[in-house]
């Protein structure tokens, strides 16, 4: 007898969960799969650390494959269900497809980032649900600070210093709360004009901090923040967001260059497209965590409404202590709907209390309801993190060892930049790439505010920009963003081809390497590098040119804005097949080709990479920075 097919979707809390215990429970009895875009499990209520500087980024990750042995992990990311041939179809890495059949299916998506119709925020602010938002914002947060510490001008100072945190729920009070003490840290090597010290500012439309937690913490929480600096406005959100700055709902405006997204997050939006019953995005399962009408699917943490039988007619809530206990019983259930376990149960849970890390010794805690603050509720935090962590104890022990003895290194690793993590996205563990695979075009533009439009998911298009979400407009090889790339005359031979290529390489702003025409030979090489590197207006490097980011180690890809020139050649090399170039003077076949559209004059050069956020920094202090 063939052993049966588990498919696991999403490897978060729920998933990882559901994997480990399946696989301890079926003993090799099952075929288990685990279908995941990234190889590693991420533990989310420390990633404020990574950002800080206290955690190295590995820290927070546990390996998939070391951890859950008779587990088979599959790369990629869900595209559609075929709930009646029991069929997943998914999107690798590299932009393959490919089809899992499956006898029992896991749903343990997770969420992503929930946006509002707030105008400005989907192109200023940036979220934090994965690795790379906070790579990011570290990187982004010490920019800031180096870039303000030069400055000349005390306006532009009080602005790159000005962080503002949009919701004060966990992860928005911890982030704003180590963020005080990461920039407070980094101006004592790099002092800012004279009375002047980074301002962040907390804000949230509820009435008091951590409104889900007891008032005693909460309180806790609020002193610990005002204590340390924090500006924090109960009652207070943004109204727009634009690129000097924030617009609050009191009718303040105030400059800044760095836009946190923590208001909350909202279930992937893969469910969406089953057509099964919901609730509020989730989908609705029975107390087992399955579907009803549907014995072979289950699903559990953020993507489905589990009822909660401690209050009925309530679901429990969407945090990570439900999903990780939630992929227990599911895991259970699904071993028992098999015959490879005991009895189903049902979902029933015991709050164990909450804790809220703010940075160095304090805290706020209620374990098993004793509400603590002060050293002894850091204690009890960093001990339950540990506990809870599936890997990787010793190291984030070591880490904080070393960060309380020694002091923290604030420097910029570029591999992460501002359009690779944008708000507006329904993969926030992927940093976008230009050229990268599109991820369930369908289902993300039918999901509403908050996920990824059809723009976003096509070969690192930006979404951004008058034809945001135009049908048709599929960008250049190479160039996220671009508009439609005309190619070459019908019939077109080698010499038309190369005649064509000689009209449009000059005037390019962003041009691909040559070595990615057909045809392009020797001649054809020299004759257009002479072309483009006259006239150019961005012949310098990119962190030389205004709003571009200074240079980093890693940059996406040669001749892409941000990084390097392919070739060497100022400006970069002439892109396949674009229209929109005057006809090269004096070159052989330089005269327009016949019967042929007017081109269109090349859009000018800003500098700034493509993406749904602005990028706007410049080491020039009369510059705008980072939305």
């Not at 800031?144 to 602005?159: F, S, W």
């Not at 005037?507 to 025409?517: E, I, K, L, Q």
Request: charge should be neutral.
């Amino acid at each position: 007898m063939s052993r049966p097919r588990i498919v696991i979707v999403g490897a978060g809390f729920a998933g990882y969960r559901t994997a480990r215990t399946l696989s301890r429970t079926t003993r090799g009895r099952a075929h288990i799969t685990l279908l995941n875009p990234t190889d590693y499990f991420l533990y989310l209520p420390l990633l404020p650390q990574v950002a800080a500087g206290v955690l190295e980024p590995r820290r927070v990750t546990v390996s998939l494959s070391d951890t859950l042995p008779n587990v088979r992990l599959v790369l990629g990311e869900a595209d559609r269900i075929d709930l009646d041939d029991r069929t997943l179809h998914y999107t690798g890495p590299e932009g393959e497809g490919g089809t899992l059949a499956y006898d029992r299916l896991v749903l343990a998506a997770g969420s992503v980032n929930k946006l509002l119709p707030i105008p400005g925020v989907a192109e200023h602010a940036h979220g934090f649900r994965g690795l790379p938002e906070a790579l990011y914002l570290r990187d982004h947060v010490t920019r800031q600070v180096e870039l303000a510490a030069a400055a000349d001008d005390p306006e532009a100072c009080a602005a790159r210093c000005t962080f503002v945190v949009v919701g004060a729920g966990y992860t928005g009070t911890e982030v704003a709360a180590h963020g005080q003490m990461f920039t407070d840290a980094q101006v004592r090597k790099h002092p800012l004009r004279r009375g002047m010290r980074p301002r962040w500012m907390l804000l949230d439309v509820a009435p008091r901090v951590l409104p889900e937690m007891d008032e005693k913490l909460s309180a806790t929480a609020d002193r610990v923040l005002r204590e340390r600096g924090v500006d924090v406005r109960m009652g207070t959100s943004v109204k727009e967001a634009t690129h000097d700055g924030v617009v609050l709902t009191d009718g303040e405006f105030v400059e800044t260059r760095t836009l946190v997204w923590c208001v909350g997050v909202r279930p992937d939006p893969l469910v969406e497209s089953l057509g099964l019953p919901m609730e509020k995005g989730r989908l609705l399962v029975d107390p087992h965590l399955q579907v009803p009408g549907r014995p072979e699917l289950f699903a559990c943490g953020d993507v489905a409404a589990v009822p909660d039988l401690e209050k009925p007619g309530s679901y429990t809530p969407m945090t990570a202590q439900h999903a990780w206990r939630h992929g227990k019983v599911a895991a259970e259930n699904v071993a028992a709907s098999l015959g490879l376990g005991g009895a189903r149960k049902p979902y029933r849970h015991r709050d164990l209390g909450f804790v809220v890390d703010l940075g160095g010794a304090k805290a706020a805690a209620n374990p098993l309801g004793v509400p603590l603050s002060g050293v002894p509720a850091g204690a009890v935090t960093r001990g339950y993190h540990l506990a809870a962590m599936p890997g990787n104890r010793v190291r984030v022990a070591a880490d904080w060892l070393l960060d309380a003895v020694l002091p923290r290194q604030a420097v910029q690793l570029g591999l992460v930049r501002s359009w690779s993590v944008p708000l507006d996205t329904s993969s926030p563990e992927l940093a976008r790439v230009p050229g990268g695979p599109g991820r369930r075009q369908e289902a993300s533009a039918r999901s509403g505010p908050g996920a990824a439009i059809e723009a976003d998911t096509h070969d690192g298009g930006t979404g951004t920009g008058p034809d945001r979400g135009r049908a048709g407009d599929e960008p250049a090889k190479g160039q996220p963003g671009s508009g439609a790339a005309a190619g070459p005359p019908a019939g077109s031979g080698p010499a038309q081809l190369r005649r064509f290529e000689s009209e449009t390489a000059k005037g390019r702003p962003d041009d691909a390497a040559p070595g990615d025409r057909p045809g392009s030979g020797s001649a054809v090489l020299r004759r257009s590098e002479s072309e483009t590197a006259k006239g150019r207006p961005d012949a310098g490097p990119t962190g030389d040119r205004p709003g571009g980011d200074p240079a980093g180690p890693l940059d996406p890809v040669k001749g892409q804005p941000g990084g390097e020139s392919a070739k060497n050649q100022p400006g970069g090399e002439p892109a396949k097949n674009q229209p929109g170039g005057e006809p090269a003077k004096n070159q052989p076949g330089g005269e327009p080709a016949k019967n042929q559209p007017e081109p269109a004059p090349p859009p000018p050069d800003t500098g700034a990479a493509p993406g749904p956020v602005k990028r706007t920094d410049v080491p020039d202090d009369s510059a705008k920075g980072d939305s």
